[in-house]
């Protein structure tokens, strides 16, 4: 059975789900998302995914002719139309439709979509052995020019480190910044543990700020663990205890081998299957509910 999507105001089915062919979402990658997951009839982070939305349109300066409280329910409503209480959102705002021109002021009315789905887990096996990952040579967008901050859709910046990665069959890239430090994975942010200390890159290494990141940040605040935000480099991961990824799709998942070098003991590490089990209880218990009525039902 198709889904269900929501379209400029109307719920709508897939087939019907269509945008112009002139839409500088298409046209231009002239835009912003965001990927958000629903766990146990809850829509995780829900708040903080619609607040990076509104932030990133600002900066590119994409009025959204909605309100965030709107955005939220437009959220769980596409969820309900497709009885969805677990799964993958994925939330878009482009410019709209204008001419082939690049000018944004010929783009009246922004299109905003929202396609709530099952997800394609990755497999348990990843989590158990951790991931290899390789440097790739293509740098993270300069933030002075295509800011990784904005989750915009231009991600042809990832799309390349994404295929220097699948040149050598490595499940994910690290990618450096125009100085040299890491920043992130081409979906993912990226943290090492070293002496017991958590430590990723800060937002000004030119960096998406995932949701994930700050919630692990969260939750490692909360155990006591010391975290730091700091400038790093291949070495420091080379010579790292753990080494772990995290995303919305990915949640935290280990990382045991960069450019063939082994992190750690070469298995995924304590401190980074503390975080991985933290963060799924969280994924229990946070987020607006989706459908009321189950949880009276659950409550009785
Ligand atoms: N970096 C990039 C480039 C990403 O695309 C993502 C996924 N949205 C992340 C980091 C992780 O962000 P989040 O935890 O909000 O999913």
């Not at 990952?133 to 915009?152: D, H, M």
């Amino acid at each position: 059975m198709g889904l269900i999507i929501y379209l400029d105001g109307k719920f709508v089915p897939e087939e019907q789900a269509v945008v112009s062919v002139f839409d500088h979402g298409l046209l231009y990658g002239d835009g912003v998302f965001e990927g958000i997951r629903a766990y146990h009839n809850r829509v995780f982070k829900l708040r903080e995914h619609i607040i990076r939305l509104y932030e990133s349109a600002r900066t590119i300066g994409l009025d959204i002719p909605i309100t965030m409280p709107e955005m939220e329910e437009v959220v769980l409503e596409t969820c309900r139309r497709n009885g969805l209480r677990d799964g993958y959102i994925r939330l878009v705002v482009t410019r709209g439709r204008g001419d082939l021109g690049l000018d944004p002021r010929k783009c009246p009315n922004p299109t905003i979509f929202c396609i709530a789905a099952s997800i394609q887990l990755y497999p348990e096996e990843l989590y158990e052995k951790g991931l290899e990952l390789v440097t790739v040579a293509t740098r993270r967008n300069l933030p002075e020019a295509c800011n990784p901050r904005v989750k915009s859709l231009n991600y042809l910046n990832n799309i390349y480190a994404k295929m220097e990665a699948n040149l050598v069959g490595a499940p994910e890239a690290v990618m450096l910044n125009q100085e040299g430090y890491v920043a992130e994975a081409t979906g993912d942010n990226i943290f090492i543990v070293k002496n017991g200390v958590l430590i990723t890159p800060p937002p000004y290494a030119g960096i998406l700020e995932g949701i994930t990141r700050n919630t692990v940040m969260e939750i490692a605040r909360q155990k006591g663990i010391p975290v730091e935000e700091k400038l790093f480099t291949r070495h420091d991961i080379y010579t790292a205890d753990e080494c772990f990824l995290t995303g919305t799709a990915a949640e935290v998942i280990p990382a045991v081998k960069l450019d063939g070098r082994v992190i750690g003991d070469g298995r995924p590490g304590k401190m980074t299957w503390e975080l991985i089990h933290a963060y799924r209880e969280l994924t229990r218990v946070d987020g607006p509910v989706i459908f009321r009525e189950d949880e009276r039902s659950m409550n009785c």
